[in-house]
């Protein structure tokens, strides 16, 4: 049985250091889900793995497309499982690791056999998102489908969008598309959850952004004021700086604004990840023995 480990924990938790060592153990390479980490013009502000980091075990879907790309968690599910069928070709363990817990999901569980996106409907619904705001789309869903509306992230423009579109391919709610049948994976999943006491993820997360101001997050910011109203860009670390550049906010402001988003990012992260079945959890400063220690106990199980 082939075999995929999926490490999951909030923001800043050291989801990055545990996957590459991981692959490097296995001799494998690593699929990143972290949405935001896709777009090649947002590195120092998604946390992206650095060159260093890249260079010591193979990653794919890290900085792939561009802000100006269409993407989607349909379209990631189709090519994530096949970059998995080209890693289990030659090696029985891959490894994935990301923040976006829905990217996650897709791959592990499945999507139930979602449509990919239609590039003309997401063109339209873009387009409204740029031009009016994300209001329309909200009153959008809400009148298709209140019940998905009920439970969405209102302000995710990624979780309207596509669940608009899938709604208007197939005529049926986004909750009715959801509680189909999910197709089974021919790999075997084993989640790995890196845990932490909140005061050190908080306590890191705001060491991280720091490191970041340090990096050049500001200048690469600069570089996006352009394209500041495309959906990729409608997140912590650029949104804020925005307003920065608006005059809206002073400097300092907009860097403790960024630290409290990133926190209350990481306190979501960390309630979807609760929810999630056959989690082993792992201590942040000890995580790589542990979950070493776990797959031993996995794989001794298997053999007796």
Known sequence: MKRLISIIGST????????????KHFDTEIISCDSRQFYKEMTIGTAAPTEEELAEAKHHFVGNIGINDYYSIGLFEEEALKKLDEIFAKNDVAIMVGGSGMYEKAVVEGMNDLPIADEENQQKLISIFENEGIEPLQKMLE??????????DKDNPRRLLRAIDIIWQTNKTYTENLSTPKSKRNFETFRIGIDAPREVIYERINRRVDKMMENGLLEEAKTLIADRDKVALQTVGYSELFRYFDSEWDLDFATEEIKKNSRRYAKRQTTWNRKLQNVNWVNYDNSLQ??????????????L
Do not use: C, H, M, W
Not at 144 to 152: E, N
């Open 12 to 23: 800043g938790i050291g989801k990055t250091r545990l996957a590459i060592d991981l692959a």
């Open 143 to 152: 009148e298709l489908d209140p019940d998905y509306f009920s439970i969405v």
């Open 290 to 303: 542990e979950a070493l220690s776990l797959l031993n106990q996995l794989r001794d199980s298997e053999i």
